[in-house]
């Protein structure tokens, strides 16, 4: 018999490249995508899985408990990868009930419906939660986030998080679910909707375009290429021992300020324009509410226990970034063509 895992939000950012990373290196297994498809959700990104055998994409809203449960009775998947959420922190602060109908109220659901199938045979199950750093809340200048740092998130977004976090551990606790939580800092790398930082700076600077930086650009993420968060999601949804957590981080911190002038050097070389041209399209607008300053991962335990670590330095992973954006030109388009333009407007103008 093949193993179903079923991974949710795979045609978001990060989920279509574990979707893809699953679908090409395990041909043994049946991987059925789930995906409401919101505005973040795009099934453009996995185009070259679609003829591949063993994957399946199935259309379901999370926060959907009736249609939830069918997917679970009918599929029987033997492992849930859990990545379907709202995921950005700005629309959180104007929306903040969209971020807990499907980050906490979409995660029980899931947790009730893989409770309900495994009831009497929990042998190779498991549920693993993806969640992020933002959960710990704010550095100061020094000090790393580990497994063991108190939660304390600032914004609707984290706050949901955290949440979700808080459920998994109670339905391992509580129901003896078989699970296991990562929490990852920021990641980077094609298909990342251009509401984020690195792709909308990419974005603008093509179009020459202000680039928008929050304040003075002194807060401080620590970013990881997505394939390396991917690999790191296989490995644990292996070896990860049963209720455990795992921090993953780039150990790669930036100013977003030092970052972006950075990205405006690749994209100016990318672009053949004179180099400095693009970084005078910096410009400094209103701080984004209860910013938190830095965050910075500890990734040891995943280091030492599960012998991860990332494969790319960030100078190469952000030209592999940019020159991806540029050779898709047609992907950035059609997100863009959508609801975009109002939520940009919305997001930008008067700040
Ligand atoms: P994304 O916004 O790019 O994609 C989210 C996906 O989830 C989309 O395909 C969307 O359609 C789907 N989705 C949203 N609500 C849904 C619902 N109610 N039912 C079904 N599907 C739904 O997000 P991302 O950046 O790829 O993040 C994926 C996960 O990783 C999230 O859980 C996020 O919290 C976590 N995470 C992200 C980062 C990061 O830097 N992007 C870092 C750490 C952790
Ligand atoms: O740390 C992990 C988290 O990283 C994930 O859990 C989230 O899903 C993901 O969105 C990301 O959150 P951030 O808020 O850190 O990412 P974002 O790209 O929105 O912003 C990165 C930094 O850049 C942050 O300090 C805010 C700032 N920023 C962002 C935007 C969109 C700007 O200065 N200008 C902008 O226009």
Known sequence: MKKTILI?????????????????????????????????????????????????????????????????????????????????????????????????????????????????????????????????????????????????????????????????????????????????SNNYGPNQFPEKLIPLAINNIKHKKDIPIYGKGENVRDWLFVEDHAAAIDLIFHKGRNGETYNIGGNNEWTNIDLIRKLCEVMDKALGREPGESVKLITFVKDRAGHDKRYAIDSGKLMTELDWKPSLQFEEGIEKTVDWYLKNEGWLENVLSGDYANYYSQQYDNR
Do not use: Q
């Open 8 to 184: 949710t939000g795979g045609a978001g950012f990060i989920g279509s490249h574990v979707v893809r990373l699953m679908v090409n290196k395990y041909p043994g297994y049946r991987i059925l995508n789930l995906d409401a498809l919101t505005y973040a959700g795009n099934l453009e990104n996995l185009k070259d899985l679609e003829e591949k055998p063993n994957y399946a994409f199935v259309k379901a809203d999370i926060t959907d408990e009736k249609a939830i449960r069918e997917v679970f009775e009918k599929h029987k998947p033997d492992g849930v990868i859990h990545l379907a959420a709202e995921s950005h922190v700005d629309r959180s602060i104007s929306d903040p009930l969209a971020f807990i109908r499907s980050n906490v109220v979409g995660t029980v659901n899931l947790l009730n419906a893989a409770r309900n199938l495994w009831e009497n045979d929990k042998e190779g199950k498991c549920f693993y939660h993806i969640s992020t750093d933002e959960v710990y809340g704010s550095l100061g200048a020094t000090g790393l986030f580990t497994e063991e740092t108190a939660y304390d998130p600032r914004s609707p977004y984290s706050a949901s998080k955290a949440s979700s976090d808080h459920m998994v551990r109670a339905w391992h606790h509580t129901y003896n679910l078989p699970v296991v939580i990562s929490n990852c």
